[in-house]
């Protein structure tokens, strides 16, 4: 496992390994995200398991599988920021004003009425090409869900996700098999990566981990 956030990376096993735990409680907003999130995950992993199984998806299978994805770029967004409170003003029913900070639930709630924040749901990725790629060592993280475009500014032509160490989510148009998925996932995540053992570069995490906290304190 690489924590991206302290810059450091340890060996565990899966069985015991640590897992970073997020609330994804609101403290303003009234909806429960945390059931949202257990609805989806509900749903949606008994079709990733049939992915995995190479079983063919129904419609509502590829629909599932969709928000399973946009729940993971949402929570994916904001990894690094779990503790992480922002300042607000509410405007209370009858105009009364009152301080109050936003969690990381709140914030994620209200990200979701956000016109550029992309939603995979909106793409139509159930008519694209679905196939699922056998590949070695894949790691997975909190930037697991990559996006791909064929040139700078285009539109994404391609979604993918590591379904298992073996196994790539492929969903559009079909990637090159020579394409570095594992550096790729590590530039697009956050807070943590975990691979199989030998699949990840210790050495790599404490570079990006300072790398982002002098990013961070510039001006």
């Not at 300042?87 to 990200?111: K, Q, Y």
Request: glycine share 8%.
């Amino acid at each position: 496992m690489v924590d991206l956030q302290h810059g450091r990376g340890y060996l565990s096993s899966y069985l015991s390994a640590t897992v970073v735990c997020y609330g994804y409680e609101a403290e303003v907003l009234t909806r429960d995200l945390d059931r949202d999130y257990s609805f989806i995950e509900n749903s949606g992993i008994p079709a990733v398991v049939k992915l995995r199984n190479e079983l063919a998806l129904t419609e509502a299978d590829r629909r599932v599988v969709i928000a399973f994805l946009d729940m993971h770029l949402d929570r994916g967004r904001y990894a690094d920021q779990a503790k992480t409170r922002s300042p607000a003003v509410l405007l209370r029913t009858g105009g009364h004003i009152e301080d109050a900070e936003l969690s990381l639930g709140d914030r994620l709630l209200l990200s979701q009425s956000l016109q550029d924040v992309l939603r995979l749901a909106t793409l139509g990725l159930e008519q694209w090409p679905w196939q699922v790629k056998e590949a070695k060592g894949l790691a997975t993280g909190d930037g697991g869900v990559l996006l791909w475009q064929p040139t700078d500014g285009a539109d994404i032509s391609t979604v993918s996700f590591a379904l298992s160490p073996t196994q790539l989510l492929v969903i559009g148009q079909v990637l090159p098999d020579d394409i570095p998925l594992n550096p790729l996932l590590g530039m697009n995540s956050r807070r943590w990566i975990v691979g199989t053992k030998g699949s990840l570069n210790f050495n790599t995490a404490a570079a990006i981990a300072s790398r982002r906290s002098q990013g961070r304190s510039r001006p």
